[in-house]
């Protein structure tokens, strides 16, 4: 240190450090300020959450969650894993006037080997998600693993992604599943990819109670 140079200056924590930072985050908040201004808009969401990485159902379940410590009424409609013990509808049952839960997928389409069983199957459940999003007390609704059944074939895409595309002005949609089609993407409000880095699966480790269901 010079003798030109007072103490704590230049220095991690010192006086000139701190009124730098100060002066930067200012600077930011003001431009943020200005962006958050011009938002405006206040309207009901498509989301499609798509990609080969984990997370896609329990980030949207995350939003029900959120919905629902809003107060808000919330729909889940699951169109694969209808036969799994997940850990999100023992929590999510438990608050019967908020959330209409409905597990009507049978699995996987190679368990159960029959198409036309799959496609009854879906087309109930899609049934049952219109009524849960034209319903104008419900708020969100999830509709988890629908992209793999359009994937399959098993309801016609245009079909879907033109009543999506017209839904209720003030209903947030969920669409979680893997192979999201272009058509989805297009229409979309928020679309997120998880891209997969690791999983435990290619080392041999099982799907476990708290991660995957």
Do not use: C
Not at 31 to 48: H, N, Q, S, Y
Not at 52 to 62: N, Q
Not at 85 to 104: I, K, M, S, Y
Not at 135 to 158: C, F, K, Q, W
């Amino acid at each position: 240190m010079t003798e030109e140079t007072h103490e704590g200056e230049g220095e991690p924590g010192g006086e000139d450090v701190n009124a730098r930072h100060a002066e930067k985050m200012a600077k930011k908040k003001a431009a943020r300020d200005r962006m958050l201004a011009g938002k405006t808009i206040e309207k009901g969401l498509l989301i499609v959450h798509t990609g080969k990485g984990k997370g896609k159902s329990t980030a949207a379940f995350g939003m029900v969650l959120r919905a629902v410590g809003h107060g808000m009424r919330a729909g889940v409609v699951q169109f694969v894993k209808g036969k799994w013990a997940t850990g999100e509808r023992t929590v999510l049952e438990r608050f019967p006037d908020q959330v209409e839960f409905h597990a009507l997928g049978e699995g996987f389409t190679w368990e159960t080997q029959d198409r036309e069983r799959d496609i009854a199957s879906a087309r109930a459940a899609w049934d049952a998600a219109k009524r849960l999003i034209e319903d104008p007390e419900i708020r969100m609704v999830l509709l988890d693993e629908l992209n793999i059944v359009l994937r399959y074939g098993y309801l016609p895409l245009e079909e879907v992604v033109e009543y999506l595309r017209n839904k209720p002005a003030d209903t947030h949609v969920i669409v979680t599943g893997r192979n999201a089609a272009d058509e989805l993407i297009e229409v979309a409000d928020l679309v997120t990819e998880m891209t997969m880095v690791k999983h435990p699966f290619r080392d041999g480790v099982k799907a476990q109670a708290g991660i995957e269901f």
